[in-house]
């Protein structure tokens, strides 16, 4: 008899042996399977921002305003020594970094308002802190460092020494077991006492300030560990992976720096490592799990870029209200057009959906819960969402979209930034994983118990078989139910609890049809991409209504204006996704209706939307002079923005 093919082979394979085995306990994996985890929801409130919090956006804000001009940056590709240096001052470089090492010992929620005031002014600037309080070598010395690792590196990395982290090669984007930068290992009298390093790294952020001038002083680096080069061609299944801190000033490293379509003043490029030594007191963790652990200081990592794009897209909303408001078509401000009133209003709905997700996630980073597959799902919706809007601006603003800042001068208009907006979000979408890996990884994370109860089945193996039974009648008994339990999150029968028994009900059919594409396509699962990826869809859109139901049910958000209009905007939109209206109907839900659109923008557009807004720094012509009645105005609305919760 013929034996059958393993379900899993080559990177995909290693990839299965490399997967994090703890059982899911966030909110998005429980949708699959129909569960609603309110409870996740419900023992959150949204966190106050810390007065060391409060004081640093202070001094970030007037930094920002003095320092940092995001045209000129644009233009010449550089952040400049002074906004370094300014920004080391400040400790900006150990935001993360627990106060007994020199950090400010941020918790994620006061992080994620540092990154949304960046990501309103400038792409670069916040790509530059993002990448090393995120992803560089902070994170993984805290995760999985020893004493004395954490004890000498994260000192000197919150003083200013700036890190990276070096994955992506030429060959090895998404399929990071086909790395080929290698580490073979040197011993004297029989014990390991470090590295050679050999191999180059792709798109390197914080890496080289210039050619063969390093910015970073430290890098982490995931390299293959061999005894000997040729092994590096080994079957994957049999790769081992490390990740090593490396100092970039050890002999062996070169770099060269990339240019871009946009964030152009970002340091990112190729790192080449020519037999560089590397101690072994630099290797994280043990041989043979440094790739796995270094990434898990992504997952957290990856919510920097989310509240990013949630300061960019607050920074569109300001811009279109502004050009709402002064451009006047046919008689009327555009804005009373209910094409570009559509347009606002879907911008500000946004805006309070991400801040909730934002907001949610952060909360849930500090109390410790399982955000994986939630990490990812919002850096997807926030970056799609940002990108969308970005491109609506562009179209509110014409030609003058289109022009650059430069150009716009020359005849005489404000020289806003759409076109630099524009390049700067598109990366967005693939860098932190590209939204359509991120996707399909939710898809099979998400369906983990479905394919690990199902192999049980294809591989005949009895035991596992008895113990899948009870999981699919579980399922099947959520699916099937029409009548499901559900928390509401008010005690009224009001919009709300409509939108909840939405999210319950949708939840129920996302298991339905998970259970019944497991069944049906069993092996070939894996290779239903566009399938996976429509459930997957689904359960990031109920995770979105659900944050936003929550969040709009907080005492410091319930009776703002507009919030309860929102919420209805929102939440009718994601219907949209799952029952779309036929194109000739005349019944327009309440997202397309020209009457409930138009009303809206119009209050939007008469200021009863501005605490959206909040957070940011609004935009203003670069070469207006900052004097001390302006300056008094910013600091006006850091407090206003540092009081808000």
């Not at 959906?353 to 500090?366: H, K, N, P």
């Not at 001390?628 to 206003?640: H, I, P």
Request: charged share 25%; aromatic share 8%.
């Amino acid at each position: 008899m013929m034996e059958k093919e393993p379900l899993f082979q080559g990177s995909l394979a290693v990839a299965e042996a490399s997967r994090d085995r703890t059982p899911y306990s966030g909110f998005l994996a429980g949708l699959f399977e129909g569960i609603v985890r309110r409870d996740l929801f419900r023992s959150q409130s949204i966190p106050s921002a810390s007065e060391t919090a409060k004081d640093f956006l202070d001094h970030l804000r007037l930094l920002l305003i003095e320092k940092v001009n995001p045209e000129i940056i644009d233009r010449e590709g550089e952040v400049g020594e002074d906004v370094l240096a300014a920004l080391k001052d400040i400790g900006a470089f150990g935001l993360k970094i627990p106060a007994t090492y020199g950090g400010l010992g941020f918790s994620q929620s006061d992080y994620h308002r540092v990154a949304t005031l960046l990501g309103s002014h400038d792409a670069a600037t916040t790509v530059l802190i993002s990448a090393h309080n995120s992803i560089g070598v902070a994170e993984p010395v805290k995760l999985i460092g020893n004493r004395e690792q954490q004890q000498r590196l994260l000192p000197r990395l919150a003083r200013g020494d700036i890190s990276g982290f070096a994955l992506t090669e030429k060959g090895a984007g998404c399929d990071i077991w086909d790395i080929r930068t290698y580490a073979v290992p040197v011993r004297e009298h029989g014990t390991l006492v470090g590295y050679r390093l050999t191999g180059e790294k792709l798109y390197t952020t914080n890496a080289p300030h210039r050619d063969d001038e390093f910015l970073a002083s430290f890098l982490v680096v995931i390299a293959q560990i061999v005894n000997d080069p040729e092994y590096v061609s080994r079957p994957k299944s049999e790769r081992r992976f490390g990740a090593f801190v490396v100092d970039t000033k050890t002999p062996g490293c070169h770099c060269t720096r990339l240019r871009y379509m946009g964030v152009r003043g970002i340091y990112n490029g190729t790192v080449r490592f020519d037999d560089v030594f590397v101690p072994v007191a630099d290797r994280l963790g043990r041989e043979g799990e440094g790739l796995r652990r270094a990434l898990e200081s992504l997952t957290v990592g990856r919510l920097t870029l989310p509240a990013a794009c949630l300061g960019s897209l607050k920074q569109c909303l300001w811009l279109a209200r502004q050009r709402a408001a002064q451009r006047v078509q046919y008689d009327r401000p555009i804005g009373e057009h209910t094409d570009i009133g559509s347009k606002i209003v879907r911008m500000a709905s946004r805006v309070l959906a991400l801040e909730a997700l934002t907001t949610i996630t952060g909360a849930w980073v500090d109390a410790k819960l399982d955000v994986r597959l939630e990490s990812a799902a919002v850096k997807i919706l926030a970056t799609e969402w940002l990108l969308d809007s970005v491109l609506d601006l562009f179209r509110m603003y014409g030609g003058r979209g289109f022009e650059t800042s430069e150009s716009l001068r020359l005849h005489g208009d404000l020289p806003a930034p759409i076109e630099r907006m524009v390049r700067d979000a598109l990366i967005n979408v693939i860098w932190e994983g590209t939204n359509g890996i991120l996707t399909l990884w939710i898809g099979r994370e998400g369906l983990s118990e479905y394919v690990s109860h199902g192999n049980a089945f294809l591989e005949f193996q009895i035991r596992e078989m008895m113990q899948a039974i009870p999981f699919f009648a579980k399922v099947a008994g959520r699916s099937l139910n029409r009548f499901p339990r559900f928390t509401a999150w008010s005690v009224s029968a009001g919009p709300e609890s409509t939108w909840e028994r939405f999210v319950t009900k949708q939840s129920r059919k996302l298991a339905q049809k998970s259970l019944w594409i497991a069944a049906r396509h069993r092996r070939g699962l894996l290779r239903k991409q566009l399938l996976t990826t429509g459930l997957v869809k689904a359960g990031v859109h109920l995770f979105a209504v659900e944050a936003v139901l929550w969040y709009a049910s907080q005492p410091a958000v319930r009776n703002r204006q507009l919030t309860d209009e929102l919420v209805q905007h929102f939440c009718s939109q994601v219907e949209e996704v799952f029952h779309p209206t036929p194109l000739l109907s005349l019944h327009r839900p309440l997202w397309a209706d020209d009457s409930q659109v138009f009303h809206l923008a119009q209050d939007i557009l008469a200021g009863k939307g501005e605490w959206l807004e909040d957070g940011i720094l609004p935009w203003h012509p670069p070469n207006q002079r900052v004097d001390d009645q302006l300056v008094s105005t910013m600091g006006e609305q850091v407090v206003r923005s540092s009081e808000k919760p």
